[in-house]
């Protein structure tokens, strides 16, 4: 049996002490232990550290439940993200893990594929944790009854990367159109004027791609926030074209079956191996880049000399590759970072109106942008965001 010194006694280590124990051994009341173990309240610095220790020696373990029916929280969040697997959400849950962890709370990820059944059911099961609050990349950007549910029942809830319409609360996300348009700057800068666009563009924005186009040129998309971030990076890639004064060619806007870097892959490269192709080209996030990439390796392309490339989202293969690849970087770390300390200010109980973060991207010049010496707008051709 293991045992502790303390104050000239020895003292037994037990995993099935007490708070009553603990209470005893640092002679305090079990109530002021229990505020010292359970985390909550406020107790004198010195008797915390008594407190501690005794629980230390007699090596006393927390219930959880029994904390959590006194104070009514679990010290636990939950992440629904769509795909654990992509470094996108890698980063990001780095970020919350960061800022909950130095909190001591737990951490529950669940991974919803992009499926809005499977993110339900993640958020079910949330629930029956009885998690303190909940950060969602939601599937669905218009209904989403599951979380406006949430929202109804006063549990803590914050967006990531995507809104809903309507639901008000707390969210993170970056200006996804000024990033692309951006990028697409960078192409026209340089004296592209034929540039294509690689993305998913599954659902979400209510038209077929040629009405959304047509729309969008029009000035007629009337709500952007609830736009999935591919829809609103293909409206950055037209309003980059507008402002150049370039005209738009649809058959130049690869739209993807599925979010796969093989799909993406097999549907960029027709487009780069027709006799037409495109100068440059815009891949709207990092699993659409990596597909572009393989396409372009297996059409035998030069980057930049035959085609250039921008991609969104900062991978680290972009920098390894030769020769590296330009990109629009988001702050996944920082994103994930502000999610968590909104969540954890909910949890604490502010109330004061919910917040939109947005974040701009950084844009990465490396060298997948050839300049082929035009003149655009007045201004002369090179690498800029």
């Known amino acids: 049996m293991n045992r502790d010194l303390v104050e000239g006694r020895t003292v037994a280590k037990n995993p099935k002490a007490t708070i009553a124990d603990v209470a005893r051994l640092a002679g305090v009341s079990t109530a002021t232990a229990g505020r010292v173990l359970g985390r909550y309240g406020y107790t004198k610095e010195e008797t915390r550290s008594h407190v501690l220790e005794a629980a230390r020696k007699l090596g006393y373990r927390t219930n959880a439940l029994a904390r959590s029916l006194i104070t009514g929280k679990t010290r636990t969040i939950g992440v629904v993200a769509g795909d654990i697997q992509n470094p996108f959400y890698a980063s990001i849950l780095r970020g919350i893990a960061d800022v909950v962890e130095n909190r001591e709370f737990g951490l529950l990820i669940i991974n919803s594929d992009e499926s809005l059944e499977k993110e339900i059911r993640a958020v079910d099961l949330l629930r029956e944790k009885q998690v303190d609050g909940i950060i969602v990349s939601p599937c669905d950007t218009r209904n989403s009854r599951h979380l406006r549910d949430l929202h109804a029942e006063g549990l803590p809830l914050v967006l990531l990367d995507r809104t809903v319409a309507g639901l008000d609360v707390d969210r993170v996300a970056i200006n996804n159109i000024d990033a692309a348009e951006r990028a ?153 970072e502000a999610a968590a300390i909104m969540l954890l200010e909910r949890i604490d109980g502010s109330d004061h109106p919910a917040r939109a973060i947005e974040m701009q991207a950084e844009f990465i010049s490396r060298g997948s942008i050839s300049t082929l010496g035009q003149i655009i707008g007045g201004q002369t051709s090179g690498e800029k965001p």
Do not use: K
Request: proline share 4%; with cysteine; net charge negative.
């Open 184 to 336: 697409v700057a960078a192409l026209i800068g340089a004296g592209h004027r034929r540039i294509g666009l690689v993305g998913e563009l599954l659902e979400g924005a209510g038209d077929d791609l040629e009405a959304f186009v047509r729309r969008a040129l029009s000035g007629n998309v009337l709500s952007t926030d609830t736009l999935y971030p591919s829809w609103q990076r293909l409206l950055g890639y037209l309003r980059a074209h507008q402002r150049a004064g370039l005209d738009v060619d649809l058959s130049l806007i690869c739209r993807v079956g599925a979010y796969s870097a093989a799909q993406a892959g097999a549907a960029a490269l027709p487009l780069i191996s027709r006799a037409d192709r495109p100068t440059a080209v815009f891949a709207t996030d990092g699993t659409m880049s990596e597909g572009v990439v393989r396409a372009i390796a297996q059409s035998a392309l030069r980057v930049p000399g035959d085609l250039s490339i921008v991609c969104f989202d900062d991978l680290d293969w972009m920098d390894f590759v030769a020769p590296g690849i330009s990109t629009m970087a988001q702050p996944r770390l920082a994103m994930g």
